[in-house]
């Protein structure tokens, strides 16, 4: 079965989207990082169901809901780079660096919780 992994800095959003989410409701909050882990299990099955995307070298993208997950892949797996709100400048976001991210927080098995 292919690999799911999920990228220091793919953690980071699922966080930043977590936390927007729960100022109004930690229900939803959860709700919608069930949904997104969901979406990138789908991936992991399928890892070439999208297209390319040409601005950014090798990546592909998954639009789910109001957010695009930012992913490679092949037969071997899943590695899920980035989760961006649709209305995110793309280009920019990728062009920013990544605060120094926690190794730890580093996911192999696809699972973004436990974060709260």
Request: net charge neutral.
């Amino acid at each position: 079965m292919p690999r799911l992994f999920i990228t220091p800095r793919a953690i980071l959003d699922l966080i930043e989207i977590w936390n927007y989410i729960a100022d109004e409701s930690e229900e939803c909050a959860d709700i919608s990082i069930d949904k997104l882990n969901e979406a990138m299990e789908k991936l992991r099955r399928n890892p070439g169901m999208r297209g390319q995307r040409n601005e950014l070298a090798h990546m592909r993208s998954f639009p789910f809901q109001r957010y695009v997950i930012f992913y490679r892949g092949d037969s071997s797996g899943v590695e899920v780079v980035r989760v961006l709100h649709g209305a995110r400048d793309v280009q920019s976001s990728f062009e920013r660096k990544c605060p120094d991210a926690d190794p730890e927080l580093a996911s192999p098995v696809g699972h973004a919780r436990g974060f709260r």
